[in-house]
């Protein structure tokens, strides 16, 4: 949802409601230094008591790095394994700052583009927000795209040695999307909401 400040600039809202369920009691059923897994009780709005299961995240970023080479529009997709589901994948850059919880999504977008893929970007426009697996998860994401690109060198962490760039033409990740050759669901939404917008 969008709003406009005082200024008549659209700005990005999110804004909860409770949906008339009523939280009855929570734990902490499991913790790490990345996932908490929070326990509710809960009573819905018709009334019936219920349990409900929620993964608790940190917010995370997803840039869509977007270029040019001989005239044509490039992305830069990165490609790693995710060992729950034992695949390696094609992605956007992305990832969250778990040691500092306190940075600004801008800061993270920045950082995470140059960490992944060395790309530094002259322009990072904050596009949109989603939800990974709202069903289950409190996760946010914020969408970027990043232009105005230079090439410098990564700097991956020592849990991300595995990861690989690749700049590709526009119109190949977009064959890439309907052969079903990505399927990230977060980089398959950041893609669309960049793209709806007309911005690529």
């Known amino acids: 949802m969008t709003e406009r400040n005082a200024a008549g600039e659209e700005k990005i809202t999110d804004k909860p409601d409770d949906g008339g369920y009523v939280t009855l009691s929570t734990r902490i059923a499991y913790e ?3 996932t908490k897994l929070r326990e509710d009780i809960i009573r819905r709005p018709n009334g019936q008591s219920g349990l409900y299961g929620v993964v608790e995240r940190g917010e995370f970023v997803v840039i869509l790095p977007v270029g040019e080479k001989n005239g044509e529009k490039t992305v830069t997709l990165i490609r790693q394994f995710r060992y ?3 695949r390696r ?8 700052w778990e ?12 950082g995470e583009l140059r960490e992944e893929t060395g790309l530094v970007a002259g322009k990072m426009r904050h596009i949109g927000i989603t939800y990974q697996g ?5 996760q946010r994401g ?3 795209l990043a232009t105005d690109l230079v090439q410098g060198p990564n700097a991956l962490e020592a849990t991300e040695e595995d990861i690989t760039s690749y700049t590709l033409p526009l119109s190949k990740v977009r064959q890439m999307i309907r052969d079903n ?3 990230c669901m977060v ?3 950041a893609f669309s909401v960049v793209e709806a917008k007309g911005l690529i």
């Open 187 to 189: 980089t398959l939404a």
């Open 181 to 183: 050759e990505i399927t």
């Open 89 to 96: 994948m094609w992605e956007l850059p992305m990832g969250m």
């Open 32 to 34: 790490n230094p990345w």
């Open 84 to 86: 729950p589901v034992q």
């Open 99 to 110: 040691t500092r919880p306190d940075a600004s999504p801008d800061d993270v977008a920045m």
């Open 142 to 144: 914020h969408i970027y």
């Open 134 to 138: 709202a069903g289950y998860s409190t």
